[in-house]
């Protein structure tokens, strides 16, 4: 099952760099004077216009099975690890 996606953000921004491998869209973020326009009824609608052209506010889903599935396996190791440390850290008490 995959989740759909729309993300606004700095397209270098290593921090989301995992979006991009996985194939989304990262639209950048509007900028301060799109905002006014956004809130100016007069324009608001030609600011939503523009942004409908530019952002696919549709997008399919992402699958996220083999990145989800990667997680849940650090996730047992790091458990596992934990445990065998609490049981070797109760037998010198």
Same mark, same amino acid.
Do not use: E, I, Q, T
């Given at each position: 099952m995959g989740i759909p996606v729309v993300f606004f953000g700095k397209a270098g921004d290593y921090r989301i760099s995992?979006? #991009?491998?996985?194939?989304? !869209?990262?639209? !950048? #973020?509007?900028?301060?004077?799109? &905002?006014?326009?956004? &809130?100016? !009824?007069?324009?608001?609608?030609?600011?939503r216009q523009w942004l409908r052209a530019r952002v696919n506010w549709d997008p399919s889903a992402i699958n996220i099975e083999e990145e989800k599935g990667a997680m849940i396996q650090r996730l047992k190791e790091a458990i596992r690890l934990a445990a065998e440390r609490s049981s070797s850290a109760q037998r010198f008490v």
């Open positions: 995992l979006l #991009k491998d996985m194939g989304a !869209p990262v639209y !950048p #973020k509007p900028s301060s004077a799109m &905002h006014v326009l956004l &809130h100016v !009824p007069l324009l608001r609608g030609l600011a």
